[in-house]
């Protein structure tokens, strides 16, 4: 450590002691947790100061910074992609480490809400407007897990077929969330039953491995990275060992501790409980450090939920065409760094390349850019373009919940786009929030990313995050309200300094499980 650092965090350290009185236990407890003191001061200053909101300008849309491909420009992505596949490695990353809670939200409410000895489940549905129970009732046998739920009822109470309706529905639903049960709300999704199939039932895990094998093969290995919590990897390593797909290289990682975030009270005093400071984790932003370890060429990133029973090959196809562009426009940024390394530049070769990093790129240069000198122009140049890259299929926006692409402008002014998610939006400003709502497409997680450079070296990712960017939010812990940060979200400001475009993928590409009944959609269903 430097004598500079050295005399930094000393600083830090005493203002803590002095204003957040901090012992040696705590800092006994930051050193084990990994966490730099440095990172305690940046977060509780944006705790003081606030963290600034995206400032949208304008929805991207069709042909405004989201491309859309005809039938045959599509088709000649995908071949390129497999033209060019043999030459670059590929895996693919799927976060996977949250519980189904939310997946059952209606249900455990159900449980917790409605009175057996008083009222019909049709009454509490009518007194609720619960319409997602009647949903869930109504289609109860068409659920992969139900015949696991019903025999296992039928093995503890020999009688209930006997039993009225309201019973059996009834202790069917306790049985799936009881925790000495089935207990699928505690569970994380990747291991539940998804889809059933005529000779099996497979998890969202297994669905994942046979897209995998369709695009993220590299020399024959079918490479996939699962972000996890570490209670529940033998639970995913049981069920890839027992998949009939042969040639499938599983890693797994967890969010890495250091990444956890301080609380503090509405007075911006850090939280604590037992002599020890309460931290959290810090959000789905934290994986972009399990990201960084991902040695391929390309990755594939994906959510565990977003799989389907019926359109597998289509959904490889669409992945192809994004890897396919990537692909292209890589070739193109490697090669222009590579002419602004040589002794010689013309004025020409420096407007070429401005028109194809401002047209295709959708980067503005700076107003001062002209007036630079030759060589600080280059240096400009090269520090745009020699960024990781993320090519991100977009999908007509139907009123799902989460973030959609737009045209911003960070406080120095420059346009970006961005994926923004409604918590980045000042919600007290008309405009913002007219903007934000006049998104004309969504963002499904369907991400393609080129995470090495020009010289096949990797990239730290780490260094393209808008750290200014991630978010405040406000939680409970045993009666007592507080104040939590979580880190720039992983598609939002951790790549926020990345080359990114967006590309129009068809509806037919998201199909993600957020509640149990979207298991009774179409595309979750057996033919």
Request: with cysteine; proline share 3%.
């Amino acid at each position: 450590m430097g004598i500079f650092r050295m005399e930094e965090n000393l600083k830090i350290k005493n203002s803590l002691i002095e204003n957040q009185s901090l012992t040696d236990i705590h800092f006994k407890q930051l050193e084990t947790y990994g966490i730099d003191l440095s990172k305690i001061a940046f977060e509780l200053q944006l705790f003081n100061t606030g963290i600034p909101k995206a400032n949208l300008e304008r929805a991207a849309t069709k042909n405004d910074g989201i491309l859309v491909f005809s039938v045959e420009e599509m088709g000649k992505q995908a071949i390129k992609f497999d033209n060019l596949k043999s030459n670059i490695s590929r895996e693919k990353f799927v976060p996977a480490s949250g519980a189904a809670s939310r997946m059952f939200k209606f249900l455990s409410e159900f449980l917790l809400e409605f009175n057996r000895e008083h009222e019909s489940i049709n009454a509490y549905i009518n007194r609720k407007n619960d319409t997602s129970l009647s949903a869930f009732i109504i289609g109860m046998d068409k659920f992969p897990f139900f015949k696991s739920v019903h025999n296992r009822l039928k093995e503890k109470y020999p009688d209930f077929d006997s039993w009225k309706r309201d019973d059996k529905n009834y202790f069917f639903i306790k049985y799936l969330l009881d925790k000495t049960e089935f207990d699928y709300a505690n569970k994380p999704k990747g291991i539940l039953p998804f889809h059933l199939y005529p000779s099996k039932i497979e998890t969202a895990i297994e669905e994942h491995l046979k897209e995998a094998s369709l695009y993220a093969q590299s020399n024959g290995i079918s490479k996939i990275h699962f972000t996890i919590s570490g209670e529940h990897q033998n639970d995913f390593e049981k069920i890839v060992s027992q998949s009939e797909l042969k040639n499938i290289q599983v890693t797994y990682s967890e969010q890495h501790k250091n990444t956890d975030t301080i609380a503090v009270d509405y007075k911006n005093n850090l939280l604590k409980e037992n002599d020890q400071l309460i931290f959290r984790p810090g959000g789905h932003g934290a994986l972009i450090y399990n990201l960084n370890q991902m040695n391929s060429d390309i990755v594939f990133i994906k959510n565990i939920d977003n799989v389907s029973h019926n359109n597998l090959n289509e959904i490889a196809f669409y992945k192809k065409v994004l890897a396919g562009y990537l692909l292209e426009i890589q070739n193109t940024i490697f090669s222009n760094l590579e002419k602004l390394n040589e002794n010689f530049i013309d004025e020409d070769l420096l407007n070429e390349i401005q028109i194809f990093t401002e047209n295709k790129l959708n980067i503005s240069f700076s107003k001062e850019f002209k007036n630079y000198k030759k060589q600080s122009q280059i240096d400009y140049i090269k520090s745009i373009l020699n960024r990781p890259i993320r090519v991100c299929g977009m999908v007509k926006n139907e009123n799902e919940p989460g973030g959609g692409p737009f045209w911003i402008r960070d406080h120095e002014g420059n346009k970006s786009l961005q994926i923004v998610e409604s918590s980045q939006i000042d919600i007290m400003n008309e405009n913002q929030v007219r903007i934000f709502k006049s998104a004309t497409h969504f963002n499904p997680v369907d991400i393609v990313c080129g995470l090495k450079n020009y010289k096949n070296e990797k990239f730290n990712l780490l260094d393209f995050v808008d750290n200014n960017s991630g978010f405040i939010v406000e939680k409970s812990k045993n009666g007592i309200n507080y104040k939590a940060y979580e880190l720039p979200g992983l598609w939002n400001g951790a790549m926020a300094k990345w080359i990114t475009i967006f590309v129009e993928v068809p509806l037919s590409t998201f199909n993600p499980v957020k509640t149990v009944n979207d298991l009774l959609k179409t595309n979750h269903q057996p033919f």
